[in-house]
């Protein structure tokens, strides 16, 4: 498609569990970047990518989260032993270098 | 690091009044503005952006935001909303600095418009 995609739209899991949530930016643009959103908030910046490698990944709250974008175009974000406390919202972008960014619909993340 | 803040969390109008929604950042070096709407039930969508030149920006939707330097901000206005604009409003920056380019979002701004 045109734009930006994520799978799956939505995600319930249990505590404990690892999730995969996956970004398929437009078709060649350099940057991917991940938020995580609450309700209520602002979306909270976690990662991002130029190409393939890591430019900053600040954001990640601890190393239960890590992202990987290994051939500069699909990314996926990972949350190993998930917590009640990482339900949120997971919004990918991407975008050339500079300029802005264009937003996928998210990943709702419920962890019961 | 940069950040952003967001005066109004909840603004109500009726429709046909004026619009204006508050955004300041701090950082201590050039920047991109930008505000991006959210629609209920979608994504989010660029509404307007701010690089250079003009400090008057006009966006889709007869949005316009201003950027005052010396104030740290770019409020967004719009003369006469509609029910239809009825949204949450993300204010957003990032360092005009190369290739840096990690955006930073105020919390946001949810606009109900009454018929």
């Keep these: ?112 | 690091a940069q950040s952003v803040s967001q005066h109004n969390h909840h603004v109500i109008l009726s429709e046909a009044a004026s619009l204006e929604l508050g955004c300041n950042y701090s950082y201590g070096g050039t920047v991109n503005l930008f505000w991006y709407v959210q629609y209920p039930g979608q994504h989010l969508q660029l509404l307007l952006k701010y690089f250079s030149g003009d400090p008057l920006v006009k966006g889709i939707k007869g949005f316009e935001a201003e950027f005052i330097k010396s104030k740290f901000s770019f409020n967004l206005r719009k003369p006469s909303v509609q029910w239809s604009d009825t949204a949450e409003y993300f204010c957003a920056v990032t360092p005009n600095s190369g290739g840096y380019q990690k955006v930073t979002f105020g919390t946001g701004t949810k606009l109900q418009v009454i018929p």
């Design chain 1, 1 to 112: 498609g045109a734009g930006v995609s994520q799978s799956p739209r939505y995600k319930v899991t249990k505590r404990g569990q690892d999730v995969a949530l996956r970004c398929d930016p437009i078709s060649g643009h350099v940057s991917l970047y991940w938020y995580r959103q609450a309700l209520g908030q602002g979306p909270e910046f976690l990662t991002y990518f130029n190409y393939e490698a890591q430019q900053d990944k600040s954001g990640l709250p601890n190393d239960r989260f890590s992202a990987e974008r290994p051939e500069g175009s699909i990314s996926t974000l990972t949350i190993q032993r998930t917590e009640q406390r990482d339900s949120a919202m997971y919004r990918c972008a991407s975008g050339q270098l500079v300029g802005d960014k264009a937003f996928g619909p998210g990943t709702r993340l419920t962890v019961l």
